[in-house]
């Protein structure tokens, strides 16, 4: 079993949910601390 590619998709999923998790921090901060 060739698990290259699983690997590959396991780390373009970390990376996209820590996008969104960075994106929302930044989306919170921008909400109650922006003003």
Same mark, same amino acid.
């Given at each position: 079993?060739? =698990?290259? /590619?699983?690997? #590959?998709?396991?780390? #373009? &999923? &970390? #990376?996209? #949910?820590?996008?969104?998790?960075? =994106?929302?921090?930044? *989306? *919170?901060? /921008? &909400? *109650? /601390?922006?003003?």
């Amino acid at each position: 079993m060739d =698990n290259s /590619g699983k690997e #590959a998709e396991a780390m #373009a &999923l &970390l #990376a996209e #949910a820590e996008r969104k998790v960075k =994106n929302s921090q930044s *989306f *919170f901060s /921008g &909400l *109650f /601390g922006g003003h």
